[in-house]
């Protein structure tokens, strides 16, 4: 028998304004989980930047001290329907939660119904139409925002860096296309960039990996020492637009290379 378990399966979400909404969960021999919302006003971003709060599990003492200067918004009982002692993958729909419907930036606490532990699994994540595309380099980062919902570039939307205390480094606004340049001293003290517009944010950690790798799928190809992997801003292009498309070249080891002729 293996041991009851319900986690987030991501570590940072984005759910647009518009659409349904879900939440990616993992669980193992449990058919209910409680999830109670909080949301964080503008003027507290700050403060949940320098709290440091992990998405994926948290000691109560440190949710507490934290969840103090938020609202709780919404909490429910889902319900789910586990396989016996294997992993099942769930999308909870939270769509029907009125509190969700504006945007802003959210916290989600997740238990077992009728199970008190130490540590509860937690997730943040933002409500709204802005998708942000990163390219790190030395001393500049280069971010392109785009209208998830429209499928367009989101122009003059206000886009800063910022370290692990909450203390903005670089800011500038993103032009017609949707892309902007910050100038920084050290992309090492770089933490958080933060995009903004009107009520909408958009919050992406920089310190993580550029481009979760296992997103693709593996040993279906024969073995080759340069692997390319290609993504791009959206899915889908209307017929004369430009498609940008990048592409990640990796050896067989899965490490960096450079100087690759095209």
Do not use: C, W
Not at 154 to 172: H, M, Q, R, S
Not at 193 to 215: E, F, G, R, W
Not at 224 to 241: C, H, M, N, V, Y
């Amino acid at each position: 028998h293996i041991s009851p378990q319900a986690v987030f399966s991501s570590t940072g979400y984005l759910m647009p304004l518009s659409g349904p909404k879900t939440l990616p969960i993992t669980v193992t021999n449990v058919d209910q989980v409680n999830l109670d919302f909080y949301h964080i006003n503008a003027n507290q971003y700050k403060v949940f930047l320098k709290s440091r709060l992990n998405a994926g599990s948290e000691y109560n003492y440190q949710l507490n001290r934290f969840l103090q200067q938020t609202k709780l918004i919404y909490s429910s009982r889902f319900r789910v329907k586990p396989k016996k002692n294997q992993r099942t993958f769930v999308n909870l729909d939270v769509s029907h939660v009125t509190e969700l419907q504006r945007p802003g930036l959210y916290i989600a606490v997740m238990s077992k119904a009728g199970q008190y532990e130490n540590r509860q699994s937690v997730i943040y994540f933002t409500v709204s139409d802005l998708a942000v595309h990163v390219r790190q380099y030395e001393h500049k980062i280069i971010a392109q925002v785009m209208d998830v919902i429209l499928g367009e570039p989101a122009a003059d939307v206000e886009v800063a860096i910022y370290d692990k205390d909450g203390v903005e480094l670089a800011n500038n606004n993103s032009d017609d296309q949707g892309v902007t340049e910050l100038a920084t001293v050290d992309n090492v003290k770089g933490s958080y960039l933060i995009a903004k517009k009107n009520q909408h944010i958009t919050i992406l950690p920089i310190k993580k990996a550029s481009l979760d790798l296992s997103d693709f799928n593996n040993a279906l190809s024969p073995h080759s020492d340069i692997q390319a992997f290609s993504f791009g801003p959206r899915d889908l292009f209307r017929p004369g637009e430009v498609a940008q498309v990048q592409i990640l070249l990796r050896d067989f080891d899965g490490q960096q290379l450079s100087k690759v002729p095209l």
